[in-house]
């Protein structure tokens, strides 16, 4: 083989080993986030709605394709991996790309565009708190499974992520005055006082029971400031009347 042709081949194999799996994905989530960025300079609606059909193939391919916890076998060190960045960029250019929409750019073929790339990048950031968790408690080597019994450190980690992510959404919703955070952190954060009280709390010795009947008091105590400063924050809303005494 002349020396000229080795080149050439060598270069399209690299080529095709770079842009395959997550880097797909990946290139999606920065293409649709440099389209909607491009679109504040050049207002075609062309691009904006390219940026948002880029945004939500990504969106689909980390969370509604099973394939994508088979790419690579789990890696020694954990946290610090592929899904870290995959999902990380991917949920950065979803909550960018709700910015760059603002109004007056917000609509999409008659849709509000903004709340649902916010909910899609809650959604993937939520995946992956749950990735790297499944992952930490994983073999070495082995594909990554979800597994929510057997092991008492993986379980009350699951719990205890489930209600900080709960918590966030409660606090995002109350200062941002938007419903929809508020409530998705207070259904959160019941199925985390479920899964602890009728899972977790159910397979502890009396020592573990006693810890873990601390942190659901503390989980509810934070619960109900929350749920106060919820009817607050409604009562402020324009164009409610404030809640009721005893609500």
Not at 12 to 35: K, P, S, Y
Not at 76 to 86: R, S, V
Not at 160 to 185: Q, S
Not at 228 to 240: S, T, V
Request: one cysteine or more; proline letters at 7%.
């Amino acid at each position: 083989m002349r020396p000229s042709s080795v080149g050439p081949k060598l270069l399209n194999v690299d080529i095709t080993t770079l842009f395959d799996h997550q880097w797909i994905t990946i290139g999606w989530a920065l293409e649709g986030a440099a389209l909607l960025w491009l679109f504040h300079r050049v207002p075609h609606p062309g691009l904006r709605l390219a940026g948002v059909g880029f945004l939500v193939a990504a969106f689909v391919r980390l969370a509604l394709n099973p394939a994508v916890l088979e790419y690579h076998p789990r890696a020694a060190t954990p946290i610090f991996n592929w899904y870290l960045y995959a999902y990380g960029i991917a949920t950065v250019c979803l909550f960018a790309g709700a910015w760059l929409l603002a109004p007056p750019r917000h609509k999409v073929l008659r849709a509000n565009v903004p709340p649902i790339l916010i909910g899609l990048g809650t959604v993937l950031a939520f995946l992956l708190m749950n990735i790297e968790i499944a992952d930490y408690f994983s073999e070495p080597g082995s594909t990554l499974t979800f597994q929510f019994s057997g092991n008492f450190a993986r379980d009350m980690t699951y719990s205890i992520a489930w209600a900080v992510f709960a918590l966030v959404l409660l606090v995002a919703g109350i200062m941002r005055r938007a419903r929809a955070p508020r409530y998705a952190g207070l259904a959160l954060l019941g199925v985390t006082i479920l899964k602890l009280f009728f899972h977790d709390l159910a397979r502890l010795d009396q020592l573990y029971r006693i810890g873990a009947f601390v942190a659901v008091a503390v989980i509810a105590m934070l619960a109900s400031f929350a749920y106060q400063r919820f009817y607050a924050a409604n009562a402020k809303e324009p164009g409610q009347a404030p809640p009721p005494p005893g609500s």
